[in-house]
């Protein structure tokens, strides 16, 4: 699994396909699915990595910024936080892409 994070609008998507190709399967646009569906996406996850496809996983990076006021937007960013810190630590490589360009940090 690799794992792309980056800001919102900073071309995660391209990159990734420019870089890894159109071979790999694609998991997108995980920061809203998240809030949504949750279990979905982690069961959509679990499976492809069950089956040793080779799985990109592309998310926005929500924690950057001023800390909403909001207790349960603050629960939220801490739980999908967490979640990628967890996919972080069992990715191969991550990513993260700023201006469309990637910096492997791992």
């Not at 492809?48 to 960013?77: A, C, F, M, T, W």
Request: glycine letters at 10%.
């Amino acid at each position: 699994m690799i794992l792309v994070l980056g800001g919102a609008f900073q071309g995660k998507k391209d990159f990734a396909r420019d870089h890894f190709g159109d071979k790999a399967k694609f998991i997108t646009d995980i920061e809203e699915r998240f809030k949504t569906d949750k279990a979905s996406l982690i069961d959509e996850i679990n499976d492809k990595l069950l089956k040793n496809e080779q799985l990109i996983i592309i998310g926005n990076e929500i924690g950057n910024g001023i800390v909403p006021i909001d207790k349960e937007e603050r629960s939220y960013r801490e739980e999908y936080g967490r979640y990628l810190c967890e996919l972080a630590k069992n990715a191969s490589e991550v990513w993260r892409v700023f201006c469309g360009v990637g910096m492997r940090i791992k």
